[in-house]
């Protein structure tokens, strides 16, 4: 099968340097490269590479202080892998519902849950009802569409809290117009393989403080103290490899296009669907640009069995349809976890289908993928 030529720039000059040079591990010049480019991109001070996106908000957790047996505010609505990230620092997320137009962390119920149900001791903020200490915030930037972060700001800057933000699927993004990564105390990024761009697998912590940045570095680094085995911490094993880096710098060399391709997708279904009352697009924020990660459909409330049918019927077609996130909350590890009201998470997850939406689809594709599903709803149109 030929290979999309969409997808590949540099990548395989960057590798065969890495192999001709010998630098194939965690040494190497790509890294500090790679890291350097984010920086500039993001308009951010400082970033630090890491293994995965997991690992990335594993550690800026640790780093921020969150201890086993705190909580972390997150929405329900997000990748399994940022509660996993939450447990794997011991602590346990409070899961929050979303905004029903942005899909992003509920800005408003946050607050008022911080207000009604917990009291400050000591300077800490404890949840009354459990004792335990809420140490950080955790907004997601889902689909790579910036959460309501001026507000996030503020509330973490009255309570006190560490704040990290999910931003897997939103490189090349700001907020606002301004820099994403300057809303908050730690920001992440995934280049895993489904992401906008990729390094085969792979994260990033950015961030403006130099001092917390060092201390991510060093723990990541197995906390090791100059060149012999000496380690003053129990750090981690999570630094991206030079043969990663190269991927993901050459890749990052082509992200103007491929988010110009992921907003063509978005805006191509969008328009392509208008007409269709069954469907709403994807959300869009007014004043907010977005990475477009993933683009489909959204079934109004009263087609409940529209999604497994749609699916079905494009796969039928060879055409990749899939429902997206199930919430944290209906995820067996999760189930007992302390939450909120999670309306909107509940009534719209099952509503979603995603369709085709990578950089490699051709607008012939696209074409055929919207007349499939016009067909399904429309017949008399087809
Ligand atoms: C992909 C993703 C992650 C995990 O990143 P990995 O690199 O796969 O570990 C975390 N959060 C969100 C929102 C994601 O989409």
Redesign the pocket.
């Known amino acids: 099968m030929a290979v999309p030529e969409v997808r590949w720039g540099n990548e395989a000059k960057y590798l065969a340097e890495c192999v001709e040079t010998n630098f194939v591990s965690t040494v190497g010049k790509f890294v500090s490269e790679f890291e350097t480019a984010v920086t500039k991109r993001m308009s951010c001070a400082k970033a630090v590479s890491m293994v995965?996106?997991?690992a990335a908000?594993h550690l800026g957790l640790v780093a921020l202080g969150v201890r086993p047996g705190d909580l972390v505010i997150v929405p329900s609505f997000?990748?399994i892998?940022?509660a996993n990230a939450i447990s794997h620092a011991g602590a346990l997320p409070w899961l929050f519902d979303i905004g029903e137009a942005c899909w992003t962390l509920d800005a408003a119920q946050v607050e008022k849950a911080l207000e009604e149900k917990t009291v400050m001791v000591d300077g800490a903020v404890i949840h009354r009802e459990t004792g335990r200490r809420v140490a950080a915030l955790l907004p997601?930037h889902v689909l790579g569409t910036a959460a309501d972060m001026t507000a996030f700001q503020k509330i973490a800057q009255k309570y006190g809290l560490g704040h990290l933000a999910?931003g897997?699927?939103a490189i090349g993004v700001t907020h606002r117009g301004r820099p994403l990564a300057g809303f908050c105390d730690l920001t992440t990024l995934?280049?895993?393989g489904n992401?906008t761009i990729t390094s085969g697998?792979g994260?990033m912590l950015l961030g403006n403080d130099g001092a917390l940045m060092e201390r991510i570095r060093h723990l990541g680094t197995t906390a090791r103290v100059g060149a012999d085995y000496d380690h003053d911490a129990v750090g981690y094993n999570y630094r991206m490899t030079n043969l990663e880096a190269a991927v993901g710098l050459a890749q990052l060399e082509q992200l103007d296009r491929f988010l110009d391709r992921k907003r063509a997708i978005r805006e191509a279904y969008t328009s392509g669907f208008a007409q269709l009352s069954e469907l709403n697009g994807f959300p869009h924020k007014e004043g907010e640009e977005s990475a477009c990660w993933l683009s489909g459909v959204v079934f109004s409330q009263d087609r409940t069995d529209g999604p497994v049918r749609l699916i079905e019927a494009l796969r039928d077609r060879r055409i990749e349809a899939r429902p997206f996130w199930k919430p944290v909350h209906l995820q067996e590890p999760y189930s007992e976890m302390l939450r909120e009201d999670l309306t909107v998470t509940e009534s719209l997850w099952h509503r979603i289908v995603t369709l085709p939406s990578s950089v490699s689809l051709t607008a012939e594709q696209q074409k055929r993928v919207i007349g499939a599903v016009v067909e399904m709803f429309a017949p008399q149109h087809a």
């Open positions: 995965t996106g997991t908000i997000t990748f892998a940022t997601v999910d897997a699927c995934s280049f895993n992401k697998g994260g």
